[in-house]
């Protein structure tokens, strides 16, 4: 029996978005482990659970299951303040992907 709370049912779309930044190599890690905690969570798992199966805390878990809030543009992080970077995401993208 599950016992974690369940999300409510998203849009076929956004099972499909999820399920592609979940497999992603080129993605950034932390937005790949979002979704596959979003995931996860759809299937009505508990936090321990999913944090277990995923390495990550239960309170991350927690934090996450707000997906249904922002929709997938929620699991990218809220912009902290710290130095700029050095780097922009095209140009690390670029060096990532170059064969």
Request: net charge positive; aromatic share 6%.
């Amino acid at each position: 029996m599950l016992r974690g709370r369940k999300l409510a049912a998203f849009t076929d779309e956004q099972r499909i978005q999820l399920e592609s930044v979940a497999q992603s190599t080129s993605m950034p890690h932390g937005l790949v482990q979002r979704a596959r905690i979003v995931l996860a969570c759809a299937e009505g798992v508990t936090n321990a659970k999913v944090a277990a199966q995923l390495g990550v805390s239960a309170s991350t878990v927690g934090k996450w299951r707000r997906f249904l809030q922002n929709g997938v543009h929620g699991l990218h992080d809220e912009l902290r303040f710290r130095r700029p970077r050095t780097y922009e995401d095209e140009r690390v993208a670029r060096l990532i992907n170059r064969p």
